[in-house]
């Protein structure tokens, strides 16, 4: 009741604040030629898609913006190394560009060849969402060295701290619940990389709701961070797989026609031993990549209807306000279900590729 | 920038920042946390079990003492039961000693007495004698001026002493 009554004063406020802004949007609009109407797709591009800058904010006509650095490898065999400063607003810097709108690899960087057509050159620019994944990583390393420390230092069955608690409850409710509930006796081989793979993107997907740097970049949603996390299961299942596992994939127990003459069952089985990863990734871009979408969207509806008139603003400002309180709320249910659910289906695919032997089975 | 083609460089990224902090926190990180938590999981049901051990010697030593106290208590019973018997006898010996010593004590005075009453009487029979001796010779000085008297007096004392003294000597 109390949080309920609290909400929505913080709603009415919000609005309240965020009224005169609209306002003066509104008359900057009318001041103004068209052509200054708000491009919503392109924000929200913007902000879910990787970049080679860092844009934190626009102040006065300006933007603020951490450049990164920019390392590609022309054709001619050279690297080279240099700020994304050069390459904003469309400049051309030592034969490099960033493709516009229409143009082949859009919003990459492209170089110009002998023939004078655009091609894309080795890149391996540190973007805004290597940046995230890196600042990310340091805070993942800082928690959990700093627990580990907390037990090298301490002499045994002394009691723990509140924050080395914390992360001791997660990482045992991750372990017992996940790890050890889905692989059974030989969990303790894959739980270090299990583990990492949960908080790795718990962390990703958390930072990745905060909206201002250093969080807010769409790590999680980016099919090249989701592409790694499926291939390091696909490693850990198909490498680590037991000899029964591969038998069941390439001699199932079925009738010898469908795998003889055609090998329709292997196949399948084949089949499937891509798209189990193939489905985490996916499953874990779409979700973040879609909850990062919505959220965009709800926020700029402020903006969208800010020229309908005040009534109608303020109205949508509340509406706004309040779907997207409930919308952050839920991505953080959806941050720690992501990797819950990440981290489980690794944890049964590497169980299953761990059977018992069969006659044992028959037995049972 | 598509949603479904990776970009080669970010998988680089990518891929460098998970398998460093895949290898750090596969060697420094996760391991010592859940060994650490095993050992005290350990440790715990280790001091239960200890507890429950404890607590079980602990009883029985309870019974133990409790059983020592019941027995002791018989015995203290016993004991005092024995001090008074023996309080009793002591006293009644004491008694019958007393009695003994005393009977002794009034036999040896009874003796004495007796002693004493013979030796008095002996001495007043001299004194007697003495005295009789002495008024009879004043009462003869004065009767027996003649020859006849004296002789006749004589012989009857004589006589009447003779009896007397083998009453006497009769009588012991």
């Known amino acids: 009741m109390n949080i309920g009554k609290y909400t929505t004063w913080l709603c009415i406020a919000a609005a309240a604040l965020l009224m005169p802004l609209c306002a003066s949007a509104a008359e900057n609009h009318d001041g103004k030629s068209e052509e200054k109407e708000l491009a919503i797709d392109d924000i929200i591009t913007e902000h879910v898609f990787d970049s080679y800058w860092w844009h934190i904010t626009t102040y006065k006509e300006h933007h603020i913006s951490i450049y990164l650095p920019i390392i590609v490898r022309s054709e001619s065999g050279s690297w080279h190394v240099f700020s994304s400063k050069h390459l904003a607003h469309g400049e051309t810097y030592r034969g490099f560009r960033i493709a516009e709108k229409g143009e082949d690899h859009e919003g990459k960087v492209v170089a110009t060849g002998e023939s004078g057509e655009a091609y894309r050159p080795w890149d391996i620019s540190l973007t805004k969402n290597a940046l995230a994944l890196t600042i990310n990583s340091v805070i993942m390393l800082t928690i959990f060295l700093i627990a580990a420390r907390w037990y090298r230092r301490r002499p045994k069955n002394s009691t723990p701290n509140k924050f080395v608690c914390a992360i001791e409850m997660l990482v045992m409710d991750v372990e017992e619940e996940i790890v050890h509930a889905s692989i059974g006796k030989d969990y303790k081989r894959y739980s270090p990389y299990l583990l990492t793979a949960f908080f790795f993107i718990l962390i990703n997907n958390v930072m990745g709701i905060i909206p201002f740097f250093p969080g807010g970049a769409n790590t999680t949603g980016n099919i090249a961070v989701t592409f790694v996390l499926a291939a390091c299961t696909l490693i850990a299942v198909n490498v680590f797989g037991n000899r029964e596992y591969w038998r069941e994939v390439f001699w ?80 953080f249910l959806v941050a720690y279900i992501q990797a819950y659910v990440f981290t489980l289906l690794s944890a049964v695919f590497i169980g299953l590729s761990r059977p018992e032997h069969h006659a044992a089975h028959k037995k049972q | 920038m598509s949603l479904l083609t990776p970009d080669f460089g970010l998988l680089f990224w990518m891929a460098f920042n998970f398998l460093i902090v895949f290898g750090i926190l596969a060697k420094f990180g996760f391991p010592v946390i859940t060994r650490m938590v095993g050992e005290r999981r350990d440790h715990i049901s280790k001091s239960l079990q200890a507890a429950e051990e404890a607590t079980k010697k602990l009883e029985n030593v309870r019974q133990e003492s409790l059983a020592m106290l019941d027995e002791t208590r018989v015995q203290q019973a016993e004991i005092i039961k024995k001090a008074i018997a023996d309080g009793e006898q002591i006293v009644r010996n004491a008694q019958q000693k007393a009695t003994e010593e005393t009977e002794k004590q009034l036999e040896a005075a009874r003796r004495s007495i007796e002693m004493q009453k013979e030796r008095a009487l002996s001495e007043i029979n001299a004194q007697v004698a003495l005295l009789s001796l002495d008024i009879a010779e004043k009462i003869l000085r004065r009767q027996l001026d003649d020859r006849e008297q004296q002789e006749s007096f004589a012989l009857q004392m004589v006589e009447e002493t003779e009896s007397i003294r083998r009453k006497r000597s009769h009588k012991r």
């Open chain 1, 252 to 331: 199932p127990d079925v009738p010898v026609w469908l795998k003889v003459p055609i090998p329709i069952i292997p196949l399948i089985e084949l089949f499937g031993v891509i798209s189990k990863p193939f489905a985490l990734m996916i499953r874990l871009l779409a979700n973040i990549f879609a909850g990062h979408t919505v959220i965009l969207a709800f926020t700029l509806l402020v903006f969208i209807t800010a020229k309908m008139g005040a009534g109608i603003t303020a109205g949508m400002t509340v509406f706004s306000v309040v779907l997207s309180i409930v919308m952050l709320c839920l991505e």
